[in-house]
């Protein structure tokens, strides 16, 4: 059991990716004040473990009422996860795990990216919900289940708040080749979790 909520750590904290996020943060939030910046990325972490929370308890409900089966969600989010894992590697944006030219060109226009890009999709974007939902389905179907995992959505947007918050020391020690090859590690891990993901919804649909 243990291990289980363990492993939903690692995939929720890989899939964010906090210390990837940090480049992106500081080059959206450069015309910002320290408090300014600090007080983006409190309400983005904040707003971002709402949504994340909601699709926890609500996720499972929405695939049954457009009648996809767990089976069938858990191949397709584990494809899904691939994807990112993927692009995580080999530095691909698609807008997965990070945002595309389009959204960083339109986040430039306006002076708040609170809600966008930061919370959505930056934070709490497709990658990381897709994680969520399978993550509530992967255990019990119990309320203790889904507070557990509650407090994991708030305990990785914790560690995330804490790295945009310090943002400008890990930039200055990471650098760009640290982030680089902190992002690569951590898409060969969530390659191996989305493998994990399909194969267990194979399992479920077949056997």
Not at 60 to 80: R, T, V, W
Not at 81 to 92: F, G, K, R, S
Not at 169 to 174: D, R, S
Request: charged content about 10%; overall charge neutral; aromatic content about 8%.
């Amino acid at each position: 059991m243990l291990n289980s909520y363990l492993n939903a750590f690692i995939s929720l904290f890989v899939i964010i990716d906090p210390l990837a996020l940090v480049p992106m943060f500081m080059s959206l939030t450069q015309r910002m004040t320290s408090n300014e910046r600090n007080k983006s990325a409190y309400v983005a972490c904040v707003i971002s473990a709402i949504v994340l929370v909601i699709f926890a308890f609500g996720g499972d409900f929405l695939l049954k009422l457009m009648g996809i089966s767990e089976a069938a969600f858990q191949i397709a989010g584990g494809f899904l996860l691939m994807i990112a894992a993927v692009e995580m590697v080999v530095a691909h944006h698609t807008g997965m795990t990070s945002t595309t030219p389009h959204e960083e060109q339109e986040a430039s226009l306006g002076r708040d990216i609170t809600v966008f890009p930061l919370a959505i999709p930056l934070i709490s974007g497709p990658g990381a919900l897709t994680t969520v939902i399978l993550l509530a389905q992967e255990g019990e179907s119990s309320v203790r289940h889904q507070l557990i995992l509650v407090g994991i959505v708030l305990i990785v947007i914790g560690v995330t708040y804490l790295c945009l918050k310090a943002a400008p020391f890990i930039q200055k020690f990471l650098g760009v080749t640290g982030s680089n090859v902190v992002t690569r590690v951590f898409g060969i891990i969530l390659t191996a979790l989305a493998t994990q993901f399909i194969l267990t919804g194979i399992t479920k649909a077949f056997f």
